[in-house]
């Protein structure tokens, strides 16, 4: 067990204290990051949901609502990638896209 909670301080994260009613241990993953239990996340994600859809100019309120709901679908998405040679390599080299891309070619020219 010691080893896995020095290899959680290694990457910066910080043991929390499990949630009540809850085994799941909540750990901080990065300096500014508030950890937060499933009814908080709900929470979260229902009051961002009604906001943005009260006024969807509200790009705070959009981005709450992923960073609510975006965690299974990073995981989907990771689990997908390791079953392909072509993903592993990705998630090997984590290239950066901006890097790789021509971002002059990519603009947009207004109608």
Same mark, same amino acid.
């Given at each position: 067990?010691?080893? !896995?909670? &020095?290899?959680?301080? *290694?990457?910066? /994260?910080?043991?929390?204290? $499990? #949630?009540?009613?809850?085994?799941?241990? %909540?750990?901080?993953?990065?300096?500014?990051?508030?950890?937060?239990?499933?009814?908080?996340?709900?929470?979260?994600?229902?009051?961002?949901?009604?906001?943005?859809?009260?006024?969807? !100019?509200? &790009?705070?309120?959009? *981005?709450?609502? /992923?960073?609510?709901?975006? $965690? #299974?679908?990073?995981?989907?998405?990771? %689990?997908?990638?390791?079953?392909?040679?072509?993903?592993?390599?990705?998630?090997?080299?984590?290239?950066?896209?901006?890097?790789?891309?021509?971002?002059?070619?990519?603009?947009?020219?207004?109608?």
């Amino acid at each position: 067990m010691e080893s !896995a909670e &020095a290899g959680e301080r *290694a990457r910066g /994260g910080e043991r929390m204290e $499990a #949630p009540r009613g809850g085994s799941r241990q %909540r750990r901080q993953l990065y300096d500014s990051h508030v950890p937060t239990s499933l009814l908080e996340k709900a929470l979260l994600a229902g009051r961002a949901a009604f906001g943005a859809l009260r006024d969807p !100019a509200r &790009a705070d309120l959009v *981005a709450d609502l /992923g960073d609510a709901t975006g $965690a #299974p679908a990073l995981e989907w998405m990771r %689990r997908k990638m390791r079953e392909s040679e072509t993903g592993r390599l990705v998630l090997a080299e984590r290239p950066r896209v901006a890097a790789l891309a021509d971002l002059d070619s990519m603009q947009v020219e207004p109608p």
